[in-house]
């Protein structure tokens, strides 16, 4: 068993312990193997047990369902929920994969009502409030950078074009295929 397996199952399965609803919609999937592979990571195996919880899967058996995260995914993960939806890839039992993905978009982790029974609940909502504020800060920077490089390759470095120009060369490109055509349509007649 590789050696993220278990504390990344542990982590899910406190997920599934918190919200009876998500093991009931799994539960119907009892003994099916889920793979999930995120490169370079190891790939992990995980059987749905009858309670609706994870477990160890055995490595011989073959996965009814395997997710794979490709190297977009974190890129992906930063734009929005939708653009991550759409770099996973899905392979197998159709109605396990829908489950999944609707595990995926609607069970969330409440990390504030975790740290509120070690701390209590003014110092978790104000840790928690912190703890959003700094990722909300690294969001806006990578941003910021991403824009600004954008902004250097295009402008500075004139290595990329932007959509105007490039909008501008297309509608010129037409307009001398049209000149052209007409010209050849002309001498045509005269000869």
Do not use: C
């Not at 009892?30 to 919880?53: K, N, S």
């Not at 994870?54 to 977009?72: F, I, M, N, Q």
């Not at 991403?146 to 307009?175: C, D, I, N």
């Amino acid at each position: 068993m590789p050696a993220l397996e278990t504390p990344f199952a542990a982590a899910l399965n406190r997920l599934l312990g918190a919200e009876q609803w998500a093991r009931e919609r799994l539960a119907p999937f009892a003994g099916e193997i889920v793979e999930l592979r995120a490169m370079p990571l190891p790939a992990l195996r995980f059987a749905i047990a009858p309670d609706g919880r994870l477990a160890s899967a055995d490595a011989s058996a073959s996965p009814s369902l395997t997710v794979a995260l490709g190297p977009e995914s974190l890129a992906a993960l930063a734009r929005g929920e939708e653009h991550f939806m759409r770099s996973v890839e899905v392979s197998g039992n159709a109605k396990l994969a829908s489950e999944v993905l609707f595990l995926v978009r609607h069970l969330r982790w409440d990390a504030e009502e975790d740290l509120s029974r070690l701390v209590g609940d003014v110092a978790a909502h104000r840790i928690a409030g912190a703890a959003k504020d700094f990722l909300d800060w690294q969001v806006d920077a990578v941003r910021r950078l991403a824009a600004s490089a954008v902004e250097y390759v295009v402008e500075e470095k004139r290595w990329l074009v932007t959509s105007a120009e490039f909008e501008r060369f297309g509608a010129q490109v037409a307009a001398m295929r049209d000149d052209l055509e007409r010209l050849e349509a002309r001498l045509r007649r005269l000869s």
